[in-house]
C-alpha cells in the first residue's frame, strides 16, 4: 500500500526521520507508538503539518493513493510546550494553519515546511527559537540514574513529557520489539521468552491491543502496518 524509508538523525532530540508515499489507496493498521512527532503530508497538490501525540491502542486508518509524508520522530520526552503530548495522545493529532503553499503557523511564526533532507536543520531552528522543549527527568528513568526527586514528581514529569505512563510506554515497546521478532521469523513461544511476556495468552493480548493483531495475524503478514523500526531490547527491563 505504501513505501517507507526512514534515517537515523544527527539531532541530539530527534529519534528517526521518515518519509512514505502511497502507491494505491487503502486501510492499514496505525500501530501504538509512544514518541511525539511532526507528520508533513503531501496529497493532491495540498500540504500541510500535523502534530501527532503516543497512541496507546492499535487503530485502523486510510491510506489515500498517492500522498506523500514526512515524519520527524522526536525522541522520548522532547515536546512542543504549547501543545502538550497528553493532549494529542490518541489521534487527537492538531493540524497547523497554513502560512502559504511553502509555510505553516508555529507560536506565532511562518515556518517553511522540512523536507526529508533538511529535517535535522529544521528541528536545530525549533530548538534555537525555545519552541521544543526536553525533560531531563525523561532521560534519566530510561537509563535508571539516580535523582533527588520522589517517585510521585519523576512519574508526574514523565507523564507531561510523553503524554504516557511508564508503565504504558514498557507495554508498548514490549509490543513492538515483540512484533518485529515475530516478522523476522522467531516462534511465537521464542518471542513471549525474548519479549519478557508471562505466557503466550499475556503476548496474545498485548498484541491484539497494541498492535491490533494476534501473533498468528503477524507472522502471515497479510495486513499493513504503520512504521516499525529495530530497537536496542529492552535493556535492565526485558
Known sequence: MFVTEDRLSDSPLVERVWRAHSERAGMFLSVAATHVEIVVTRHKGETFLTLRGPETKATTADCPADGEWLGIQFKLGTFIPSLLPANLRDRQDVTLPAASTHAFWLNGSAWEYPSFENADVFVSRLIRRGVIARDPIVDAVMHKRSQTLSVRSTQRHFLRATGITWSTWLQIE?????????????????????????????????????????????????????????????????
Open 174 to 238: 514490549r509490543a513492538r520489539y515483540a512484533t518485529i521478532l515475530l516478522r523476522e521469523g522467531a516462534s511465537i513461544l521464542d518471542t513471549v521468552h525474548q519479549a519478557g511476556y508471562f505466557d503466550q495468552p499475556h503476548l496474545t493480548r498485548s498484541l491484539r491491543r497494541r498492535i491490533g493483531q494476534t501473533p498468528t495475524e503477524i507472522i502471515r503478514g497479510d495486513r499493513q502496518l504503520s512504521l516499525l523500526y529495530k530497537t536496542e531490547a529492552l535493556r535492565g527491563v526485558v
